[in-house]
């Protein structure tokens, strides 16, 4: 059993996946917009102005994964409604040294929100919380060693 994070967007998760696959050094092994989903009489028509957003990506990093895709703004009678900013959560990643997880908490700092900066933590020699610029919230934690 392997668990995934499935994050939603406002129309960038496009821009943010991009961001992602650099950051992580992944690839995206899957992606598609709600233009691409064939039309079905059971089903209303996908809104024009949503037609280019992304209905699903996969971003393949080593043997983790990391899903997403934005929303239907203005469409809820329609496939994953609305959006709302994400709350009672936190992604967690696990960086096997500081140097890397100093890269990584920095790198979703840009234009984001820095919640608890990185800093060595009494169970750990590198922690922080950070909300990126794309509304994420990530959690950066330093395996013990």
Same mark, same amino acid.
């Given at each position: 059993?392997?668990?995934?994070?499935?994050?939603?967007?406002?129309?960038?998760?496009?821009?943010?996946?991009?961001?992602?696959?650099?950051?992580?050094?992944?690839?995206?092994?899957?992606?598609?917009?709600?233009?691409?989903?064939?039309?079905?009489?059971?089903?209303?028509?996908?809104?024009?102005? +949503? !037609?280019? $957003?992304?209905?699903?990506?996969? =971003?393949?990093? *080593?043997? #983790?994964?990391? %899903?997403?895709? @934005?929303?239907?703004?203005?469409?809820?009678?329609?496939?994953?409604?609305?959006?709302?900013?994400?709350?009672?959560?936190?992604?967690?990643?696990?960086?096997?040294?500081? +140097? !890397?997880? $100093?890269?990584?908490?920095?790198? =979703?700092?840009? *234009?984001? #929100?820095?919640? %608890?900066?990185? @800093?060595?933590?009494?169970?750990?020699?590198?922690?922080?919380?950070?909300?990126?610029?794309?509304?994420?919230?990530?959690?950066?934690?330093?395996?013990?060693?």
């Amino acid at each position: 059993m392997q668990f995934t994070p499935y994050l939603n967007f406002d129309g960038n998760c496009r821009e943010a996946f991009a961001f992602y696959k650099d950051l992580f050094k992944g690839t995206v092994v899957h992606q598609s917009t709600f233009g691409e989903i064939p039309p079905d009489p059971q089903n209303p028509p996908i809104p024009p102005e +949503a !037609k280019d $957003r992304l209905m699903h990506v996969h =971003l393949q990093v *080593g043997a #983790q994964a990391l %899903m997403g895709s @934005d929303t239907l703004h203005g469409a809820s009678d329609v496939c994953a409604g609305g959006y709302a900013k994400p709350q009672g959560l936190w992604v967690s990643i696990q960086a096997d040294d500081v +140097a !890397k997880g $100093r890269r990584v908490f920095d790198a =979703l700092a840009q *234009g984001g #929100q820095v919640t %608890m900066p990185f @800093d060595k933590t009494f169970w750990s020699a590198g922690f922080g919380m950070v909300t990126d610029r794309f509304g994420t919230p990530w959690m950066i934690n330093v395996n013990a060693g």
